[in-house]
């Protein structure tokens, strides 16, 4: 049984930082798009960051460019966000997805397969 289960989040204040790990389970995911999606109370679910199979290609939202860094340990099945300067716009329920890698379309949240339960960051002002 696959199973994505996300961690670190939290609240913090406005300039914080924090840091978001997936652990993935059921299979074997290092062929696989991982990425970072982000749903706020009545907006959609968006993409925030999501990283190539390699570990050396990674895409990023223009909001969070800069702030945030997306990181995977195939290894370990594992992929992280580390999220900096976070502002309170950053606050929503943020989700581990898994992909197979088909070299676009990372933004779009059909193109993934397998999602986490999510965890909250929210960020106060």
């Known amino acids: 049984q696959v199973q994505l289960v996300e961690s670190g989040g939290g609240l913090v204040q406005a300039g914080g930082s924090l840091r978001l790990s997936c652990a993935a389970s059921g299979r074997t995911f290092s062929r696989y798009v991982l990425a970072w999606f982000r749903q706020a109370p009545g907006k959609e679910r968006d993409v925030v960051a999501a990283i190539r199979w390699s570990g050396y290609s990674a895409y990023y939202r223009d909001s969070v460019k800069g702030r945030f860094t997306i990181s995977r340990d195939n290894a370990k099945n594992l992929v992280s966000l580390q999220m900096s300067s976070l502002k309170p716009e950053d606050t929503a329920v943020y989700y581990c997805?898994?992909?197979?890698?088909?070299?676009?379309?990372?933004?779009?949240?059909?193109?993934?397969?397998?999602w986490g339960q999510g965890t909250r960051v929210t960020v106060s002002s």
């Open positions: 997805a898994a992909g197979v890698d088909y070299g676009s379309g990372y933004g779009d949240r059909h193109a993934y397969d397998y």
